[in-house]
Structure formats: structure tokens, C-alpha cells
């Protein structure tokens, strides 16, 4: 958050009226005002003598019990937030920050805008929440529920019974939310959780059951708060981040890799394939953006490197993994009809695409924990 409070520079005092004889004067030309120039030098300004000031109270929620708090879009702008010893509270951050604290609190809804760096719940116990976030981890927490989008692997460290969930959110800022704090909709780890303290025998943690609502855990807005402006949606078609099967299991041994290289319309593009693959009964099990080196595509594409090391020069790509029987003859069939004229990379067949997802997907998750 930075200095909560800064010094102003001291104005120069007025000089005083000289009083000296005129050698006197004379010896002292240096410190003279000019003739005709009896007024003070106008103090220098700087940056922190204008900057806003800002108040640490407002960036922080403390010793609240059975209320319904926040902030709203705008008034967080980036910064860091901490939550701390609230009990029975239902809590909604509709901004983007910096981080995240949420201290030894117990029995609370929490809904966390995209925060750019870390997400950290200490001490917490029966927690329900919504949470997008560059890294996520809990350190002695109990019962929490967790739909999460998380560009790194999850992290947890003596905490149990902790069950994760894919983000699935929407309000009308949340989209520039995400790209003021730096995060892709496309890079979720939501359910490769890592338990940094496992115990033999025992889960400390296990996914939600597929289909789990958002709203069956986090309520919307009481529409007497001061959030009932705020037009929010948990249904899973409008949420920001797509929703992905994750690491249950496949239903089906057929996997296709569909990859939209860099354009103006790749986001949008990616979207509508996930309509069309589900309309059909698809589904997606995971997506990444990720920068490419030419070196990379020739390790990951292969026969198909040749074709394809001029377009990942545009900027990152998009990969999505698709499932289900006959889901590669369908993407050739979309991406034919619907992409004709975008640059696409799709699964030539059945037999060769599993390896054409496991290429990529593990040069994407080693090329994101460096």
C-alpha cells in the first residue's frame, strides 16, 4: 500500500525586512533580494506533497461481527487489503488489489475481486468464498469452502477440510478487474492444490461436488446493503473465467488441443468455441495463456512446428483441452465452419491428441512455475 502519510515541505520563511547599513549590504550581494523583487520564492512542489492521502481504516475491515461490509468497485484502485477477527459477516470486495490478508476469522462469505498478488487466510475457520488471485494459501485454517481461480498452484499448510470449486462469478467491472491486476482468465489452477503438511491416511482437502453453485455457499447481496447496485451472476455461462472440469475425471479417453494464436478477437473467439463444444455436449477440462518461444513450438508441435513459429511471435496463445467422444472431429468441424478465417492449431486425430495435450500442457505448467 505504500506510505500511508507524508511530510509536506516546509515553506520558506519571508525575509525580513533589511535593516543593515548600506556596505553591509554591499558585502552580502548572495543573500540580497533582487531590486524591484520583495517577494518570497515560491516553494517547490512534489509528487507526495499532492498525492492523495490516503487512510489506512480504508483498507482494512477489523473486529466486525454479523454484518454485511465491503468495498465497492473503485475503492480499493490496487492496493492492499486486510480483513481481520470478524465473525458471522458477509464480506464483498468488488475491486482489484494488491493482496489480500483475512486473519482469524470465522463463519464469514467473502467475495474477493481479482488481487494481483496473494491471497492469504490465517487462523480461519468455517469460511465460504469467492477468490481470483495471482497466488492463494491457507495457514491453519478448518472447513473452507473455495471457488477458485488461481494462476499458481494452491497452497495449503496445516488446514483441513478444505474443498475447492471453479470460480464462476460475474458483476460488470470484474472483466477490467482482471486486467488491472494482471491476471488471465485463461491460466486457473483451481484444483492442483498443494498440501504443503499431508497426513498419512488422511485428505486435508477434496474438490466440491460437480455442479456446486456459487450461491448454495456465498449469497448474493442483501439488497438493503449498500451493494444492491451491483449487479452480480454465479451462472456459470456469464461468469468471467470459464468453467473447467479441472482434475476430476474425464468421462471420456478422447481429448482435443484447440489453440487460438494471438489476435484482437482471441478472448471472444475462445469463448465461443467453449459454446459451441458445450451446446454439443463437450466439455472443457482446462485452458492456458501462455508466451511461446520458437524453440518451444518446435517442441511441443513437432511435424507442425514449421507452420506455426511466425504466428507465436503476436503474443501469447490460447489452449483449451476438450473431452468427449468424438470431440476431435468436432473441433476440426468447428474450427472449419465457425474460425475459418482465424489461425487456429487443432488435434489432426484421435489417436495422436492426447499427446498433442499432455506437449502442451506440461511445457505450459513448467513455463509458469519458473
Known sequence: MGCFFSKKSKRKSSEKEDRTPSTAAENTT????????????????????????????????????????????????GQQFVIQECENCSIYVFDHSATITIDDCVNCRIVLGPVKGSVFFRDCKDIKCVVACQQFRTRDCKKMEVFLCCATQPIIESSTGMKF???????????FHFKDAGLSIFNNNWSNIHDFTPVSGENNWSLLPEGSSVLDFVPAPDPESDFKSIRIST???RSIVPLTKGGRRKDSEESCLFIFFAGEYTTANARKLIDEVTAKGFELIQTKEVSMRP????????????????????????????????????????????????????????????????????????????
Open 30 to 77: 548572495s543573500n540580497a533580494v533582487p531590486p524591484g523583487n520583495n517577494t518570497a520564492e515560491a516553494p517547490k512542489q512534489y509528487s507526495w506533497d499532492i498525492r492523495e492521502k490516503v487512510d489506512p481504516k480504508d483498507y482494512m475491515l477489523t473486529g466486525l461481527k454479523d454484518v454485511t461490509v465491503g468495498r465497492l468497485p473503485g475503492k480499493l484502485n
Open 165 to 175: 470449486s471453479c470460480f464462476q462469478y460475474f458483476y460488470p467491472e470484474l472483466a
Open 235 to 237: 451462472d456459470p455461462a
Open 295 to 370: 524453440e518451444d513450438v518446435k517442441r511441443v508441435f513437432q511435424n507442425n512446428a514449421e507452420d506455426l513459429v511466425e504466428w507465436i511471435t503476436k503474443g501469447p496463445v490460447t489452449a483449451l483441452e476438450l473431452n468427449g467422444d468424438g470431440v476431435v472431429e468436432a473441433c476440426k468441424n468447428i474450427a472449419n465452419e465457425v474460425f475459418s478465417g482465424t489461425k487456429v492449431f487443432v488435434s489432426d486425430n484421435k489417436s495422436t491428441s492426447s499427446r498433442d495435450v499432455d506437449n502442451f500442457f506440461n511445457f505450459a505448467d513448467m513455463q509458469m512455475s519458473m
